[in-house]
């Protein structure tokens, strides 16, 4: 399966973005365009206030020497654990659930990444093919 584009996913701290690195390697020895990262667990809300539940790493740096792009800081929702060892997905239990904000936006942005000209089947800023095949590394 040719694959257009990367997507790589680490939580706050620095022994994560450890496999974070060795991933944009991968990528980049193997010419796979990376659309940017998302920190995954960046915090906890509860009652309005936003909770570190690791200690904050390097991530911001990297990005920012790498010139890579944060597509999400998304938080922590034990909810959506529960649901994935459930089998049952979240959206059907929790139909409003505040995740789903979280997880469209990103969705709009990763659109927005791979926008396409329907004419010409390409995505003229990066040059990726008008049937995207994406990869996810955590």
Known sequence: VPIDAGIIVSTPQNISLIDAKKALDMMERLSIPVLGMIENMSYLEQNGEKIALFPKGDLDR???????????????????????????????????????????????????????????????????ADTPAIVYWT
């Open 62 to 128: 990297f990005l920012e020497g790498k010139s890579l792009k944060k597509l999400a800081s998304l938080p922590f929702y034990p909810q959506l654990g529960q649901s994935g060892e459930t089998g049952i997905p979240l959206c059907e239990t929790h139909k409003q659930h505040p995740s789903l904000v979280h997880f469209t936006e990103l969705a709009q942005k990763v659109k927005n990444h791979l926008f396409w000209d329907t004419c010409a089947g390409m995505n003229h800023a990066t040059g990726i």
